[in-house]
């Protein structure tokens, strides 16, 4: 459009005008000036007329009965109010009958476009020349060719406004035509998904859900629209599922939770949700679209791992307790008896000669050192002091033991532990303890550790500090080390969270947060 205005208002005209001026009145600007406005009013309707019914001339001819009704009803209307406006005598004439005019107008641009406001002016313009050359309706007293200029003055003034609305309604309906065309390919591609598909506006109502939602809740579509949704949501889910929704859509993030939903044969099924926020061209908040997938038999899956995962653990510690016990009730107690034998020596032989010799003396060291090994291997295995003290005094005496045998220095925190901590939580915490100590000593590269335990009103924290070398903790994760599943698969069964952070060159922290 703005090419055309261009052209038909300025460049053609000036062109015209310049060429043509010399023939049309005696003053050279006067009819440069007839010119100009004669060559712009024929750009600004009849080019635009005759190019749009060429164009668009088949096309009406299909539209339907009623559109083409209403054109010939307009055009009429038109015809009548134009001859009236443009041959009534000036003495009872009234100037606010040019008015007439706007409604007609109007109504061709918005309703019709280019084709019709077009249409509508040639009919204007060929009433008004018609009654001017007749000396009829406002114009009669202008004298044909020499002094049209208020004449076309009017026509073009009064063109060029409805010819920009008429372009400009055109614009958006285009616009409208392709949103449309966009939206029946969204639902079209959204109803044949095989997972439910959502949107909702900036007031956080729901707007759209595909055939897939409507299939598995059993519900009309009118049902499940602004807040219907929620009524297939389990109530034990639905507080949470619409805060989390609602703090989404307030801070324009997105989010995804998972909460049960009632299927239409009335059995609740897990859902996950996941939505993103949408945006308008200019940046504005338009909704959140979003995706529902079934994972009841995902759910069952990872319920069943966690049991076999549980049973697995809980019978891997039923046989270090075993083994811990046959350590120290059996090995530990014979080995030490076997030390007593050779500290007494040869009864038979006098108390002055009775002397250890000292290969026997040093298979002795080496025989206690094997039992304060062993005994510290029962230790790690199995500690009752777990079992009869808690775990803040099983953790600090841990810790004690394995300074000692690793020659290493660990400060040990404690704060606001409660007492009483579940059995399964405690030794999860002390193993989590055990493995990290163990990787801290075998991988830092330091000496000095941190230990602590602090309790919340939340739950219970146990933190393992290094200030060693540190390891890339994504990478370790992926060669799928040994010691770091086990602690994350302990934390898991029982709803804690694991976290690690460690960087090459930074140390590693270990941090393990059990809820009570």
Same mark, same amino acid.
Not at 223 to 243: I, M, N, P, S
Not at 280 to 301: E, H, M, Q, Y
Not at 405 to 429: M, T
């Given at each position: 459009? =703005?090419?055309?205005?261009?052209?038909? %208002?300025?460049?053609?005209?000036?062109?015209?005008?310049?060429?043509?001026?010399?023939?049309?009145?005696?003053?050279?600007?006067?009819?440069?000036?007839?010119?100009f406005?004669?060559?712009?009013?024929?750009? !600004?309707?009849?080019?635009? =007329?005759?190019?749009?019914?060429?164009?668009?001339?088949?096309?009406?001819?299909?539209?339907?009965r009623?559109?083409?009704l209403?054109?010939?009803?307009?055009?009429?209307?038109?015809?009548?109010?134009?001859? !009236?406006?443009?041959?009534?005598?000036?003495?009872?004439?009234?100037?606010?009958?040019?008015?007439?005019?706007?409604? &007609?107008?109007?109504?061709?641009?918005?309703?019709?476009?280019?084709?019709?406001?077009?249409?509508?002016?040639?009919?204007?313009?060929?009433?008004?020349?018609?009654?001017a050359?007749?000396?009829?309706?406002?114009?009669?007293?202008?004298v044909?060719?020499t002094?049209?200029?208020?004449?076309?003055?009017?026509?073009?003034?009064?063109?060029i406004?409805? *010819?920009?609305?008429?372009?400009?309604?055109?614009?958006?309906?285009?616009?409208?035509?392709?949103?449309?065309?966009?939206?029946?390919?969204?639902?079209?591609?959204?109803?044949?998904?095989?997972?439910? !598909?959502?949107?909702?506006?900036?007031?956080?109502?729901?707007t759209?859900?595909?055939?897939?939602?409507?299939?598995?809740?059993?519900?009309?579509?009118?049902?499940?629209?602004?807040?219907?949704?929620?009524?297939?949501?389990?109530?034990?889910?639905?507080?949470?599922?619409?805060?989390?929704?609602?703090?989404?859509?307030?801070?324009?993030?997105?989010?995804?939770?998972?909460?049960?939903?009632?299927?239409?044969?009335?059995?609740?099924?897990?859902?996950?949700?996941?939505?993103?926020?949408?945006?308008?061209?200019?940046?504005?908040?338009?909704?959140?679209?979003?995706?529902?997938?079934?994972?009841?038999?995902?759910? %069952?899956?990872?319920?069943? %791992?966690?049991?076999?995962?549980?049973?697995?653990?809980?019978?891997?510690?039923?046989?270090?307790?075993?083994?811990?016990?046959?350590?120290?009730?059996?090995?530990?107690?014979?080995?030490?008896?076997?030390a007593?034998?050779?500290?007494?020596? #040869?009864?038979?032989?006098?108390?002055?000669?009775?002397?250890?010799?000292?290969?026997?003396?040093?298979?002795?060291?080496?025989?206690?050192?094997?039992g304060?090994?062993?005994?510290?291997?029962?230790?790690?295995l199995?500690?009752?002091?777990?079992?009869?003290?808690?775990?803040?005094?099983?953790?600090?005496? &841990?810790?004690?033991?394995?300074?000692?045998?690793?020659?290493?220095?660990i400060?040990?925190?404690?704060?606001?532990?409660?007492?009483?901590?579940?059995?399964?939580?405690?030794?999860?915490? &002390?193993?989590?303890?055990?493995?990290?100590?163990?990787?801290?000593?075998?991988?830092?590269?330091?000496?000095?550790?941190?230990?602590?335990?602090?309790?919340?009103?939340?739950?219970?924290?146990?933190?393992?500090?290094?200030?060693?070398?540190?390891? #890339?903790?994504?990478?370790a994760?992926?060669?799928?080390?040994?010691?770091?599943?086990? *602690?994350r698969?302990?934390?898991?069964?029982?709803?804690?969270?694991?976290?690690?952070?460690?960087?090459?060159?930074?140390?590693?922290?270990?941090?393990?947060?059990?809820?009570?």
């Amino acid at each position: 459009m =703005a090419r055309y205005s261009l052209f038909a %208002l300025v460049l053609a005209p000036l062109a015209g005008a310049s060429l043509s001026a010399h023939g049309i009145a005696r003053d050279y600007w006067a009819g440069w000036k007839i010119v100009f406005l004669s060559e712009v009013l024929a750009f !600004i309707t009849l080019t635009p =007329a005759l190019l749009s019914w060429v164009s668009e001339g088949r096309a009406l001819m299909r539209r339907s009965r009623a559109h083409l009704l209403e054109g010939v009803i307009l055009i009429t209307g038109l015809v009548l109010v134009s001859y !009236i406006v443009f041959t009534v005598p000036e003495d009872s004439r009234s100037p606010a009958l040019f008015y007439a005019l706007v409604p &007609f107008l109007l109504w061709s641009a918005l309703r019709f476009g280019w084709l019709g406001v077009s249409t509508s002016l040639i009919v204007v313009t060929s009433l008004s020349i018609w009654g001017a050359v007749y000396g009829r309706g406002p114009f009669s007293n202008l004298v044909p060719l020499t002094n049209p200029l208020p004449l076309q003055m009017f026509l073009v003034f009064a063109s060029i406004p409805f *010819m920009v609305l008429a372009a400009l309604a055109e614009e958006h309906q285009e616009a409208a035509q392709v949103v449309r065309e966009s939206e029946g390919r969204f639902r079209l591609v959204a109803n044949t998904a095989p997972v439910m !598909i959502w949107l909702t506006g900036s007031d956080k109502l729901c707007t759209y859900v595909n055939q897939s939602w409507l299939e598995f809740t059993g519900r009309p579509l009118e049902a499940e629209l602004g807040y219907g949704w929620t009524e297939v949501v389990h109530k034990e889910d639905f507080k949470r599922c619409v805060q989390t929704y609602s703090q989404a859509v307030d801070h324009r993030e997105p989010y995804g939770m998972e909460y049960r939903a009632r299927r239409h044969d009335g059995e609740y099924r897990w859902i996950l949700d996941t939505g993103v926020p949408r945006f308008n061209p200019d940046g504005s908040f338009a909704g959140f679209i979003g995706s529902c997938v079934d994972i009841t038999d995902r759910k %069952l899956a990872e319920d069943a %791992l966690a049991t076999v995962g549980r049973r697995l653990i809980e019978a891997h510690e039923e046989e270090r307790t075993r083994i811990a016990r046959e350590l120290h009730d059996d090995i530990v107690q014979r080995i030490a008896l076997l030390a007593n034998e050779l500290q007494r020596g #040869d009864p038979h032989t006098p108390d002055s000669t009775n002397r250890v010799p000292d290969h026997i003396q040093q298979a002795l060291h080496s025989l206690y050192d094997l039992g304060k090994d062993v005994q510290a291997l029962s230790h790690r295995l199995h500690s009752s002091k777990l079992e009869y003290l808690g775990f803040v005094s099983a953790a600090k005496s &841990f810790c004690r033991e394995f300074s000692e045998q690793h020659k290493v220095q660990i400060e040990f925190k404690h704060s606001d532990v409660p007492p009483g901590i579940p059995k399964e939580i405690s030794l999860c915490l &002390f193993r989590v303890l055990q493995e990290a100590l163990q990787n801290a000593v075998k991988h830092s590269a330091r000496q000095n550790f941190t230990v602590e335990v602090h309790g919340t009103e939340e739950g219970i924290s146990l933190t393992v500090i290094d200030s060693g070398i540190g390891f #890339d903790w994504q990478d370790a994760m992926n060669r799928r080390g040994i010691g770091l599943i086990s *602690m994350r698969e302990r934390i898991r069964l029982v709803n804690g969270e694991l976290s690690v952070q460690s960087e090459p060159g930074r140390g590693t922290t270990v941090r393990a947060h059990v809820h009570l």
